[in-house]
């Protein structure tokens, strides 16, 4: 049965995918928990115009960015999170996280996929971090402090 999703499934796909799965699946599990729509003809046309919707946010982001990346680099961002006496985070930084707390001291919007980071942040100091977009890119730091 072919079906739209709803929202993100692990192992399945991202929200407006649409993918071709076992009716049972489909029946008895995707559309009872509104995880997911049967893809009518209506349902597809709907889909494709939300996702050049969200294809033409992302290029505006990505080219708002661009022009204000000179903005970011070099500056620094101070986080203060709960860590162990040895300096571990009690919980790592994401992506995500990392994102809106740029935004939050500078006011320019990243999306996550811009930062080019291997692993979540888990310790205290002075971390670099890399963005890259169109080509540009710019470093800054990150400056995690325990709370006290």
Do not use: C
Not at 80 to 89: C, I, P, T, W
Not at 93 to 100: G, V
Request: charged share 35%; glycine share 4%; aromatic share 2%.
């Amino acid at each position: 049965m072919k079906i739209a999703l709803l929202k993100d499934i692990k192992g399945l796909g991202k929200k407006n995918d649409i993918k071709d799965v076992a009716d049972g699946y489909a029946l008895n599990s995707l559309i009872p928990t509104k995880s997911a729509i049967v893809a009518t003809p209506d349902v597809l046309k709907k889909i494709e115009v939300v996702k050049k919707q969200e294809a033409m946010q992302k290029k505006i982001q990505e080219d708002l960015l661009a022009k204000n990346i000179h903005s970011i680099h070099d500056a620094e961002v101070v986080v203060v999170r709960d860590a162990n006496e040895k300096g571990h985070l009690f919980a790592g930084l994401h992506k995500e996280d990392i994102a809106k707390l740029v935004h939050d001291e500078t006011e320019v919007d990243i999306l996550p996929e811009f930062i080019q980071l291997e692993k979540p942040i888990k310790e205290i100091g002075e971390h670099k971090i890399d963005i890259k977009v169109q080509g540009k890119s710019a470093t800054f730091i990150l400056n995690v402090k325990a709370k006290k």
